[in-house]
């Protein structure tokens, strides 16, 4: 906006920010460690890298960290504008796939951490720039200076970019807020250093799962060892159940909605339940997980939905995908760890949390009593849920004992009964199910709902039938049927089942 009548003869005042008060400002704004070095990676991947090193040294209260990449680097004039504070306004069209936002983030993340910032970098076909921003020269001498050199004895911690066509290195030093003036003999302080390495790469393998997960994937690595990708949604489990994902519309703009419910404990191995986990363990994991360009800025929370963490929908995850033109309307903040969906969007997201946290809680409640009878065989569903070309679909369980018993009736029969199987599998209708339960899922009938105990036993007598054939004792068949859906539900009606019973149904079928 131009304001008329402003000019040479309107009166002003300079009033510029104390260099020193305004970067001790920066400081609060609550950085971890994990968030500060992830919103440095964030300009590495802008910049095109495909390989990022964070090397963590330890030397008691002369300690550093560096973060080297081999993206596209830096010229000096492109530097200084990059150690500028507010170099960029959020107010400005970005690139879609940039990460950025404030222009703050390189600054404001690493003072956050250390009092010393230095940033090298060499673009193709130029030498290597070099700037630094020193808090305690600045409040010396109060101005904005940005050195153009590293501190005596530092050069030598840049020396990795000699060897690169193009990169950059970011390196912190004097790390107040975590290593502070501790001895380098200081064993408890260098544990603390050695467990701070890893709550970073944790935090990381989360943050950046999506990129690290590609073919022509980003590589992080940290006092080089190769940080691997932890994705919330367990994908690779077959008994991950993958609900219909929703598209909502905001502005003009899509964001996209994929609920997930995770396997029951029983269905995976011990190891891969414990890394589902994530570090901060299942309860803590459940909820909303919020991308911005494939980068995750919120990791397990309900987003002020009205909704707890609680034990019994631990199993709920939701991936919503936001494009970075989004930012301000998600109220997201400078770090990139909180955002907060807009009013017009909060009911369709509370809606989906509700169905969400419904089928993890069924699934929950459900195989928690499977497991309490302690029965050795797995459970037998009707459907399973199968992916191919990455995409969903469901199929009859043809090892059903009474799917098995069909395919035993005569061969004429079988073209008919194969077609029918084959076209239910093609028609189930996900999507109508999904919309119908995401409504008032509490309304959604049972399995044999209000049904007479009599309809009930006549489908299982059936699969009794078929159990017994199989050669399974009476005892065995009766476990057996235990363990399907939906007869966990009528064990009363499951252990009157006899042979006595199938002879006196025989009989009055005559």
Not at 49 to 57: D, E, G, R
Not at 82 to 103: C, I, K, N, V, Y
Not at 113 to 126: D, F, G, I, W, Y
């Amino acid at each position: 906006m131009i304001f008329s009548g402003v000019g040479d003869f309107e009166k002003y005042s300079i009033a510029a920010p104390l260099p020193s008060a305004m970067v001790e400002s920066f400081r609060a704004f609550g950085y971890d460690i994990g968030t500060a070095i992830a919103d440095l990676i964030d300009n590495s991947i802008s910049a095109g890298a495909k390989n990022v090193w964070l090397s963590f040294h330890w030397d008691g209260n002369n300690s550093h960290v560096s973060i080297r990449d081999d993206g596209h680097g830096m010229t000096e004039s492109q530097l200084i504008s990059a150690m500028r504070l507010g170099s960029q306004s959020p107010l400005e069209q970005r690139e879609s796939h940039d990460l950025g936002r404030f222009g703050l983030g390189l600054k404001t993340a690493s003072f956050s951490q250390c009092r010393r910032l230095t940033v090298a970098s060499r673009s193709k076909n130029h030498e290597v720039a070099t700037s630094r921003w020193d808090l305690d020269y600045l409040t010396q001498v109060n101005e904005w200076r940005l050195l153009r050199s590293p501190a005596d004895g530092s050069e030598q911690k840049l020396n990795d970019l000699a060897n690169m066509f193009q990169g950059t290195i970011v390196l912190w030093e004097y790390l107040d807020r975590f290593v502070g003036n501790a001895r380098t003999d200081d064993q408890k302080a260098q544990n603390d250093f050695l467990e701070t390495v890893e709550v970073v790469e944790n935090h990381l393998a989360m943050v950046f799962h999506r990129f690290l997960e590609k073919r022509d994937r980003l590589k992080l690595w940290i006092n080089n060892r190769l940080i691997k990708p932890w994705n919330p949604f367990l994908l690779d489990a077959q008994a991950t159940q993958i609900l219909p994902s929703e598209p909502l519309t905001f502005n003009g703009e899509t964001v996209k909605v994929q609920p997930y419910v995770l396997p029951h404990h029983s269905k995976i191995d011990q190891e891969s339940y414990n890394r589902a986990a994530g570090v901060n363990g299942w309860n803590a994991q459940q909820g909303f997980y919020v991308y911005r360009n494939e980068r995750l800025l919120v990791a397990g929370d309900w987003l002020s939905l009205g909704y707890q963490k609680d034990e019994h929908c631990k199993l709920a995850r939701i991936q919503v995908d936001l494009p970075n033109s989004m930012d301000s309307e998600w109220n997201i903040d400078i770090k990139k760890s909180r955002a907060r969906p807009p009013v017009i969007l909060k009911a369709d997201l509370k809606r989906i949390a509700r169905l969400t946290r419904h089928r993890a809680t069924e699934i929950y409640r459900h195989r928690g009593k499977v497991l309490a009878r302690e029965n050795t065989e797995d459970h037998v569903f009707m459907w399973d849920k199968k992916i191919m070309r990455g995409k969903v679909f469901y199929s009859i369980n043809k090892e059903h004992p009474l799917v098995q018993e069909v395919f035993n009736i005569p061969n004429n029969y079988q073209p008919m009964i194969r077609a029918l199987l084959r076209l239910l599998e093609e028609t189930v209708p996900v999507q109508q199910i999904w919309l119908d339960s995401s409504v008032e899922p509490e309304k959604q009938a049972q399995a044999f709902d209000e049904i007479p105990s009599e309809q009930v036993m006549e489908v299982m007598i059936e699969i009794y039938r078929a159990l017994r054939k199989a050669n399974l004792t009476q005892e065995q068949a009766r476990d057996r049927i235990l363990t399907m859906e939906p007869f966990q539900r009528f064990e009363n009606l499951v252990q009157n089942l006899s042979e006595e019973l199938i002879r006196g149904k025989n009989h009055d079928s005559l």
